[in-house]
């Protein structure tokens, strides 16, 4: 599972598919389709012909936030609707999140649902890694923003790596 941030509003929000039609799409994908998560390298709409495979992805927040920034009570007002989709996703092996607000929004998940006892544990940081009940792996990423890809904080190699990894732990590596 990918989890995002929001939908944006010049991407999902207007294609019908998370991070297709914006940046953070354009830098997404093709590294998906490197590492076999994705049919293709490019998406430009719900109806493009792409497939995922083994792969769901999903955001803290459901709407897109004004100035790309959720605040406090709009990640607290959605988290049911994540807790519910996880709880679907019966054979979730990996969560890469994507960015800080996310990670933190998945760990505020498994607190409420009971997984972890305490938040501290965990930190952000770009390929930072956890094992949850010895069952399931949380992954760290920078988010793939423009701020950060245009900037080379978040570099074409560095979220290769975070997929490869990804993948490499969905099968018990």
């Not at 709409?45 to 955001?59: C, F, N, T, V």
């Not at 094992?131 to 074409?156: C, E, F, K, M």
Request: aromatic share 10%.
């Amino acid at each position: 599972m990918i989890l995002g941030l929001a939908p944006g509003a010049h991407g999902s929000n207007r294609t019908g598919r998370p991070f297709t039609g914006d940046g953070s799409g354009a830098f997404l994908y093709p590294v998906l389709y490197e590492a076999g998560f994705a049919s293709q390298a490019t998406s430009t709409s719900r109806d493009d012909g792409m497939k995922l495979h083994d792969l769901w992805i999903s955001a803290a927040v459901r709407c897109a936030p004004p100035g790309n920034k959720p605040l406090p009570e709009e990640i607290a007002n959605c988290s049911s609707y994540l807790d519910d989709e996880l709880s679907l996703l019966k054979r979730l092996r990996v969560v890469v999140c994507l960015g800080r607000i996310a990670f933190d929004a998945y760990l505020a998940h498994l607190l409420r649902v009971g997984k972890i006892e305490r938040r501290s544990t965990y930190l952000f940081a770009h390929g930072a890694e956890y094992q949850i009940n010895g069952d399931r792996w949380v992954v760290a990423s920078y988010h793939p923003s423009l701020q950060n890809t245009n900037t080379g904080r978040l570099t074409r190699p560095m979220f290769a790596g975070i997929f490869s990894r990804a993948r490499r732990l969905a099968e018990g590596e």
